[in-house]
């Protein structure tokens, strides 16, 4: 239809004219209410058309639109942009459906969180984010053990931010999912819940392969402030250099501020242990290669001791 997306802003400006001047008329207010509405339909019909077959600029500017005037006629168009090659088309689709909070919008948006693009992904959990828990909640779980890394990655993520503990056990199965991210998500996801179930769990995961999943694990537990974190994060502390002002920090929300004075000095006794077991070890050593030498007729000390 060759429409422009000035042509397309134009039409927008126009209609807002006729609104305030519909506004400001001695009609009725139903009449004005009807002809307004009949105007709106027809530019919702124009920027549908000019959604369907229209370039990207053209696209971004008709859903833009259709965002502002045409929410509920236009919810099947949002759903389709969700799967536009535009990241803006596919965006501005995300936000007009975080307006609608319509339920067949749900698995549309759930399967979207898939996006590469960051910003598309976060209108779109901020629109998953607007539903009932109940809603929503269902849907994400079955996703979760069905869908790729990326999206379990932001599911995990999404199920934290919501906030309801009933998803909790699901949650610490990922702990153990092959992808190091969605164990990370998951730990993160934990630790916003805050379920006392899934403590030992975490406690499990400070053997975690990956450093991050280590560190989100820690954090967890120190949040929790539960003594059966303490043992094993002081083992942690003491194993592990580049975690141990990490499991310092957890420790303090653990045991209190009055209590960290111990740990130091057992970080000190540690360091010294270390460096007197390292000493001894070496003079060992010394020794036993001073005993080889003279035991060796062969060597250089042997040979000078025969001749003289």
């Given at each position: 239809?060759g429409?422009?997306s000035?042509?397309?802003?134009?039409?927008?400006?126009?209609?807002?004219?006729?609104?305030?001047?519909?506004?400001?008329?001695?009609l009725?207010?139903?009449?004005?209410?009807?002809?307004?509405?009949?105007?709106?339909?027809?530019?919702?019909?124009?920027?549908?058309?000019?959604?369907?077959?229209?370039?990207?600029?053209?696209?971004?500017?008709?859903?833009?639109?259709?965002?502002?005037?045409?929410?509920?006629?236009?919810?099947d168009?949002?759903?389709?942009?969700?799967?536009?090659?535009?990241?803006?088309v596919?965006?501005?689709?995300a936000?007009?459906?975080?307006?609608?909070?319509?339920?067949?919008?749900?698995?549309?948006?759930?399967?979207?969180?898939?996006?590469?693009?960051?910003?598309?992904?976060?209108?779109?959990?901020?629109?998953?984010?607007?539903?009932?828990?109940?809603?929503?909640?269902?849907?994400?779980?079955?996703?979760?053990?069905?869908?790729?890394?990326?999206?379990?990655?932001?599911?995990?993520?999404?199920?934290?931010?919501?906030?309801?503990?009933?998803v909790?056990?699901?949650?610490?199965?990922?702990?153990?999912?092959?992808?190091?991210?969605?164990?990370?998500?998951?730990a993160?996801?934990?630790?916003?819940l805050?379920?006392?179930?899934?403590?030992?769990?975490?406690?499990?995961?400070?053997?975690?392969?990956?450093?991050?999943?280590?560190?989100?694990?820690?954090?967890?537990?120190g949040?929790?402030?539960?003594?059966?974190?303490?043992?094993?994060?002081?083992?942690?502390?003491?194993?592990?250099?580049?975690?141990?002002?990490?499991?310092?920090?957890?420790?303090?929300?653990?045991?209190?501020?009055?209590?960290?004075?111990?740990?130091?000095?057992?970080?000190?006794?540690?360091?010294?242990?270390?460096?007197?077991?390292?000493?001894?070890?070496?003079?060992?050593?010394h020794?036993?290669?001073?005993?080889?030498?003279?035991?060796?007729?062969?060597?250089?000390?042997?040979?000078?001791?025969?001749?003289?």
């Open positions: 239809m429409l422009q000035q042509r397309i802003d134009n039409l927008l400006e126009f209609l807002d004219k006729m609104e305030f001047s519909l506004n400001n008329s001695k009725p207010l139903e009449k004005q209410h009807e002809i307004l509405e009949n105007l709106k339909q027809e530019v919702i019909e124009v920027l549908q058309i000019a959604f369907d077959e229209g370039e990207s600029t053209i696209r971004r500017s008709a859903i833009y639109g259709l965002s502002k005037i045409g929410l509920i006629q236009s919810l168009l949002f759903i389709k942009a969700l799967n536009d090659s535009d990241e803006h596919r965006s501005w689709a936000e007009a459906l975080n307006k609608l909070h319509e339920p067949q919008a749900i698995l549309p948006l759930i399967k979207a969180l898939s996006d590469e693009n960051k910003y598309v992904c976060f209108n779109i959990a901020a629109a998953l984010k607007n539903y009932h828990p109940e809603q929503i909640i269902p849907h994400l779980c079955q996703a979760l053990k069905e869908q790729e890394p990326l999206s379990r990655r932001r599911i995990c993520k999404l199920l934290g931010e919501i906030g309801d503990p009933c909790t056990e699901l949650l610490i199965s990922f702990l153990k999912d092959s992808d190091t991210l969605v164990r990370y998500e998951a993160e996801a934990l630790r916003k805050k379920n006392p179930i899934s403590i030992l769990p975490l406690i499990l995961v400070l053997d975690d392969p990956s450093h991050d999943v280590q560190v989100v694990a820690i954090m967890a537990l949040s929790f402030g539960d003594a059966r974190a303490i043992e094993p994060l002081i083992t942690i502390m003491l194993e592990q250099k580049d975690l141990r002002y990490t499991c310092l920090d957890a420790l303090r929300n653990i045991c209190g501020e009055e209590n960290i004075a111990p740990l130091y000095e057992l970080l000190r006794t540690n360091q010294r242990l270390i460096t007197e077991t390292s000493i001894r070890i070496m003079n060992n050593i020794h036993r290669n001073l005993n080889s030498q003279e035991n060796n007729p062969w060597s250089i000390l042997s040979i000078r001791n025969n001749y003289t």
